[in-house]
């Protein structure tokens, strides 16, 4: 069964400074797909990202950058310089290529940053 | 309207009550999801519909019952709810095809108080 720990249930930073949310998964596929969504106080979730299990490339994005590292099962999402308006909560998410069409999200539990002025 | 719309936002229900909870998408998709959202839990796959027809219930139970009339409309109706159903109630939708490859994009959700 696949699963996305964020252990990390609340970080709280200055303006300006740079975040790091962790993600970790677990899966016995070999073909997967990793995501990111942003959920602001409104509630509708944002999506940010996708990457499948064969690019291990990093990613930079303005000021948002993943690191995914497939040997520690890692998926990990660095905000550099952060603003007030980073202030949301952010799940990592996981899919496997399934059976049948749609694809099924299992979600972490998510990390609540606020970023203070 | 734009991307994935729900109605209404907010909803008050006693336990006796039947409502329905609706979703609309407007980008194109061919795949509709339901997803609950309570506090301090993961989000919960409830149901999806891929090309109209349901490939998954999540082993909800069967006071939400859910519908899917057409590739860009999902419904979900609820009847003789309990207090813990209390809860945000996301819909989102995707492109069904390539096995899990495709982003799934969110409604601002339904609030839903069940008293």
Redo the contacts between chains.
């Keep these: 069964a696949q699963k ?1 720990t964020q252990a990390q249930t609340e970080i709280s930073v200055v303006e300006k400074e740079d975040v790091t949310l962790d993600c970790v998964y677990e899966t016995r596929d070999t073909t ?2 990793l ?1 990111w ?1 942003k959920q602001p106080p ?6 940010l990202i ?1 990457r ?1 299990s064969f690019d291990e490339q990093n990613e930079i994005s303005g000021r948002y950058s993943w690191n995914f590292q497939k040997s520690t099962s890692s998926f990990n999402f660095t905000i550099t310089a952060s603003q007030v308006v980073d202030s949301a909560v952010y ?1 990592c998410a996981l ?11 299992t ?4 990390t609540q940053l606020t970023v203070n002025p | 309207e734009t991307g994935v719309t729900q109605t209404p936002r907010h909803l008050v229900m006693g336990m006796t009550n039947k409502k329905s909870l609706k979703c609309e998408q407007h980008l194109g998709h061919n795949a509709m999801y339901w997803y609950k959202q309570s506090a301090k839990k993961p989000l919960e796959l409830m149901f999806v519909y891929s090309l109209e027809e349901r490939v998954e219930n999540n082993s909800v139970p069967s006071r939400f019952s859910p519908e899917c009339p057409n590739s860009s409309h999902l419904f979900l109706h609820l009847h003789t709810l309990q207090p813990e159903d209390s809860a945000l109630y996301l819909c989102a939708s995707s492109q069904a095809f390539d096995f899990g490859l495709y982003e799934q994009y969110f409604g601002p959700g339904t609030r839903l108080t069940v008293t």
């Design positions: 996305v997967y797909y995501f969504y409104s509630g509708e979730l944002v999506f996708r499948n799940f899919s496997e290529a399934a059976e049948t069409s749609g694809s099924r999200l979600f972490g539990e998510g």
